[in-house]
């Protein structure tokens, strides 16, 4: 009796006979065309018994007889469908199944991490089937409280909830000398010191503390989890001093930045600082000292100035840069790019102009010479020594060429640069004279745009001898480089009218022998300080 229980479990199921099916020779067989919607992919059962099939699927040579076939499928209810099959006919039963699950969709920040009835289901949102009922959702995420939540899931609908996750929080306690500043934390106003702001989220933020008359104070902090962080600030003071002037009507420029024109009333803080005076050709150079106790006017009398430079100094604050090809399409002789760091100086606004060169020289060796304010060439470097004697002998300055490492860190824009491959723009044409807007001839100086430090023409018009030999780039970081002793030829800088555009950026490199005059050869001077 085992041995056939046996051998009808090895039987297909297409073959069998079910109960109360015939076995003689006048046995009859018919099939079944099994199919399912919305989905395909349920279990099929005949008589309770697993068929191993899943919709949609046709089962034939079954012997005549009534059968009851239902579909299980974790999704959907299990339904159970009676069907008589006859002989050499086919019975189709189509199911229409009903769902017991909803679609979850859960929105979350990115990288959290979500899980749904304590399975990890995804990551950064996720959507898919829940079965009907209480469904437990976790989302987790390093720096952020977990979230748990529940969800009451009913069946055939579609359900969508946005997670947010809050953040470990601290305490940011702010005080300041004298009370009263107004707080700013990442641009939003808190309120005013002493203040305590609580539940601050985690991280790093920028404390600004603000009182009329007295400096700004801004302070960057950091919140930690749990703790209250302390900030102690002390405001600086200053007063609002008059400036006067004879003549009236005189450009003022403190510390270099130009203020407006006397008669003027200014606020400074307390402390020292660099006025300079100018109208036409008269000047005057002084300090000031801002205290609590000083007074609160000042009167300045100006006197003639015999530097035709007066007011075309432009200051560029010392700092280190990368000198060298740092675009990465330059020439070898453009390398290796190295640190380079310079000390505070003055540079020349403009090009030495033919203007200024005559009345020094007397004369003008510029091949393009009917135009005053265009740049002088055809100067040799040598000559460009003797102009600077002259001019330091009328002036009592100390002029001089710049070097090279100071021409490329003014054109660069020195401590504000913008990291422009021409001086002071991406597009050439916004800054250069060079043979594809030149007209083959030099312009005046000054009619395109400057450069980030407010100095023009350092691309383009004509190149600039600088004092430097020409040589290879050492391998190492330097402090303020002037160069081998001797060389072949003198450097030249900055590209010129008849100029391809490569030869404008600001880190290509020319020289020529200092005693050559070329009409695309000018120069201009550099102080390193400006008295």
Same mark, same amino acid.
């Given at each position: ?27 009859? *067989? ?5 199919? +399912?919607?919305?989905? %395909? =992919?349920?279990? $099929?059962? &005949? #008589?309770?018994?697993?068929? !191993? ?114 953040? *470990? ?5 702010? +005080?300041?000398?004298? %009370? =009263?500043?107004? $707080?700013? &934390? #990442?641009?939003?106003?808190? !309120? ?126 010392? =700092? ?9 399409? !330059? ?201």
């Amino acid at each position: 009796m085992i041995r056939l229980f046996l051998i009808f479990l090895l039987i297909p199921l297409a073959s069998r006979t079910f109960p109360g099916e015939g076995t003689n020779q006048n046995q009859k *067989f018919g099939s079944i065309q099994v199919t +399912s919607k919305p989905e %395909s =992919g349920m279990a $099929i059962f &005949i #008589n309770d018994r697993n068929t !191993g099939k899943v919709t949609p699927y046709t089962f034939e040579g079954l012997s005549a007889g009534e059968y009851q076939v239902k579909l299980v499928n974790q999704w959907y209810q299990s339904q159970t469908r009676k069907v008589v099959i006859t002989d050499e006919r086919t019975q189709l039963i189509a199911f229409t199944l009903r769902p017991i699950f909803a679609e979850l969709t859960l929105n979350t920040p990115f990288d959290a991490k979500i899980f749904v009835n304590n399975q990890l289901v995804g990551t950064s949102g996720w959507t898919g089937r829940v079965a009907e009922g209480i469904c437990k959702v976790r989302v987790e995420k390093q720096g952020f409280k977990t979230k748990e939540f529940q969800l009451s899931i009913v069946a055939g609908k579609k359900e969508k909830v946005d997670v947010k996750l809050d953040t *470990f929080s601290g305490n940011l306690e702010i +005080s300041s000398e004298p %009370s =009263g500043a107004i $707080i700013t &934390i #990442n641009g939003t106003i808190y !309120g005013l010191t002493p203040f305590t702001i609580r539940d601050l989220s985690v991280g790093n933020y920028s404390v600004t503390l603000t009182k009329a008359g007295f400096t700004t104070l801004i302070v960057p902090t950091e919140v930690k989890s749990g703790l209250t962080t302390k900030i102690q600030g002390k405001l600086l003071s200053g007063k609002q001093i008059g400036i006067t002037s004879e003549p009236s009507g005189a450009n003022i420029f403190i510390n270099d930045s130009l203020y407006g024109l006397t008669p003027r009333s200014i606020f400074l803080e307390y402390g020292e600082y660099n006025i300079k005076l100018t109208k036409g050709t008269l000047v005057l150079v002084d300090k000031v000292h801002v205290t609590q106790v000083g007074g609160n006017t000042y009167a300045f009398k100006l006197k003639e100035t015999n530097d035709p430079l007066e007011n075309q100094m432009v200051f560029v604050k010392g =700092g280190t840069f990368r000198m060298g090809d740092t675009f990465g399409d !330059g020439k070898k002789f453009e390398k290796p790019v190295r640190e380079v760091t310079i000390s505070d100086f003055y540079i020349s606004k403009f090009e030495i102009t033919q203007e200024i060169w005559v009345q020094l020289m007397g004369s003008n060796p510029s091949h393009f010479n009917n135009c005053e304010n265009c740049p002088v060439e055809r100067v040799t470097w040598s000559q460009a020594q003797e102009f600077l004697s002259r001019l330091n002998n009328l002036t009592g300055k100390q002029y001089r060429l710049p070097t090279e490492a100071e021409w490329e860190y003014a054109a660069r824009g020195g401590e504000k640069t913008l990291n422009h491959r021409y001086a002071g723009a991406r597009n050439i044409n916004d800054v250069a004279w060079y043979s594809g807007n030149s007209g083959n001839n030099t312009n005046e100086v000054g009619q395109l745009k400057p450069n980030e430090l407010g100095i023009y023409d350092m691309s383009g018009n004509v190149w600039e001898w600088c004092s430097d030999w020409f040589a290879l780039y050492p391998n190492n970081p330097e402090s303020n480089p002037v160069g081998p002793q001797v060389g072949d030829g003198k450097v030249v800088r900055g590209g010129s009218w008849f100029g391809y555009i490569g030869a404008c950026r600001i880190t290509f490199r020319g020289f020529d022998d200092p005693a050559n005059s070329r009409s695309y050869i000018g120069f201009r001077v550099v102080l390193s300080n400006n008295p």
